[in-house]
């Protein structure tokens, strides 16, 4: 074996390799794992170069991997101030009424449909305390935000727009727009017009947020769109990102063949730890927003429609990328959503096995449980968006999808146990990026799902480590702590499959190393 650089002695090591499930140390060499084996096989490994890390005490895995993130996309997302603490209408008058502005707007995110208490989304509510300032806010779903009239106004939103994708400037029975935009192309409308934070800060920023999210144990990203490749290019070529980033990007309704090619000719851009790998589709929107895609109408009569007016044109794309070899990912909440993709994978044949995943599926019935094993279809959920849900029903979430329909919330272990990949992630900024809270929500969901079983601790690990790579068409080189794979490693100060959950949270991160470099050191 060559000198190692790094050899990381003394843990206890759970490898998730069949072939030895278990080891005390860890040789690591030019970004790949050299050796795996015993404390007293330290001596013949080092070099006079190797760095030597003891680690006694300490629990060391497969680097923990956040299946479903934007950390690019949402250093816009998240400007301004953080409403996702507040709790009620009251407290949301609250905190615009003292909010700083930027360049004169009143900028949130994060903000909680359950805020309103069961009220539309209308800029009425909030208007007299925002002193004529702009406003601009984001609801925590990332698909929907309000906008005030002054907003509206710098944006030239006078009614009702017509939109190549499900998207709406929400107006009252007059034509008035309430300021409730819902999915992206009306947000944009407001979004293109409000300040947005200047390259420099969003490059601090990048450089900040993948440092704090090193700093629990990630190693890796799937993100879901993407990106801003100039950006992470140029940081990139600066310094080494302690996270590794995987880009989706984007396919929208109305994509002609030249779009398609685009996206086609972008894969396998990247530099060291980043790459564009993958397309992500949008099949619909979000339960709270009322564009959930569902086999029967929610409690407002909403969410009969998909996002892609035509269905169909989604179908055709997702099979000329499938034939370009271009993996896809859809985004789909509602029943009929899930239901859809599966079928659209169903009829692209055997080779689309392991190729092709669905995000978030929040309320899946049985009949489709099976099919994710039986199509290769690997499911990428996120267990924190729980949180955002009460057990006694009273959420928005809940109430529109009624009784029955919330009954199947987050279906985590009823489909380990129908035999998918399930692959876990936060959704940041929808949710915290910590991945020491994925794995403790997949263990012990909250909300509407918390009647249900969750993942065992080494199910939940797995989620973050295995089934995320399978996820990613990985799992010959990622996700495991073998000869030969890269070198992605997480070192706890608790076992993350034993530990309570609740402690599991607030775990100690003594170490995280991605590509062989130590990108986080805590106290080892």
Request: hydrophobic share 45%; glycine share 12%; with cysteine.
């Amino acid at each position: 074996m060559t000198v190692p650089d790094l050899i990381l002695a003394g843990a206890t090591v759970r490898t998730l390799d069949p072939a030895r499930p278990y080891a005390t140390a860890v040789a690591l060499r030019d970004g790949v794992i050299a050796a795996v084996g015993d404390e007293s096989d330290v001596r013949d490994w080092r070099g006079p170069g190797t760095e030597v890390v003891p680690l006694a005490g300490a629990h060391l895995v497969p680097g923990l991997v956040d299946a479903h993130s934007h950390p690019v996309w949402g250093l816009d997302m998240a400007t301004g101030v953080d409403l996702s603490g507040v709790a009620d209408l009251a407290g949301l008058r609250q905190a615009l009424a003292g909010a700083e502005r930027i360049d004169g707007w009143v900028v949130g995110f994060g903000l909680d449909h359950n805020a309103f208490e069961g009220r539309a989304v209308d800029r009425a509510l909030v208007e007299d305390v925002l002193g004529g300032a702009p406003a601009f806010l984001r609801l925590y779903d990332g698909h929907s935000a309000l906008a005030d009239g002054a907003a509206l106004a710098a944006a030239g939103v006078t009614g009702a727009r017509a939109f190549a994708q499900r998207s709406e400037v929400v107006c009252d029975d007059a034509g008035r727009p309430t300021g409730h935009l819902v999915e992206h192309a009306a947000m944009e409308l407001v979004a293109a017009v409000a300040p947005r934070p200047s390259y420099a800060a969003r490059r601090e920023r990048l450089v900040s947020l993948l440092s704090a999210m090193a700093a629990t144990g990630l190693t890796g990203a799937h993100v879901m769109d993407a990106g801003d490749p100039e950006l992470v290019a140029e940081v990139a070529r600066e310094t080494v990102l302690p996270v590794r980033l995987r880009f989706a990007p984007w396919c929208m309704p109305g994509v002609d063949e030249a779009g398609l090619r685009e996206l086609v000719a972008q894969q396998g851009r990247g530099g060291r730890h980043w790459v564009v790998d993958g397309v992500k589709f949008f099949m619909d929107g979000t339960v709270e927003g009322g564009t959930a895609w569902l086999e029967h109408a929610d409690c407002h009569g909403q969410g009969t429609a998909a996002f892609w007016p035509d269905p169909g044109a989604y179908a055709e794309a997702v099979r000329s990328l499938h034939a370009d070899g271009v993996r896809t990912v859809t985004h789909a909440i509602g029943d009929a959503a899930v239901r859809h993709v599966l079928d659209v994978v169903a009829g692209l044949g055997e080779g689309a096995r392991g190729r092709h995943r669905v995000e978030h599926l929040e309320s899946v019935p049985d009949a489709l449980l099976p099919r994710f094993a039986e199509l290769g279809v690997a499911a990428s959920m996120q267990p924190p968006h729980t949180a955002y849900t009460r057990a006694d029903g009273t959420d928005e979430w809940s109430r529109r999808l009624g009784a029955d329909r919330a009954g199947r919330a987050w279906r985590l272990r009823d489909l380990r146990d129908a035999g998918a990949t399930v692959a876990l992630g936060s959704d940041w900024p929808i949710a915290p990026y910590d991945v020491r809270g994925v794995l403790a929500d997949a263990r012990a969901p909250r909300g509407a799902a918390s009647a249900r079983a969750g993942l065992t601790g080494l199910e939940a690990l797995e989620g973050c480590t295995t089934h995320a790579a399978r996820a990613a068409g990985e799992g010959g080189s990622a996700g495991r702590i073998a000869v030969g794979l890269r070198a992605d490693l997480t070192v706890l100060g608790l076992d993350p499959v034993e530990a309570p959950a609740d402690e599991l949270a607030q775990a100690p991160v003594r170490l995280t190393v991605t590509g062989g470099r130590v990108a986080h050191r805590g106290d080892c």
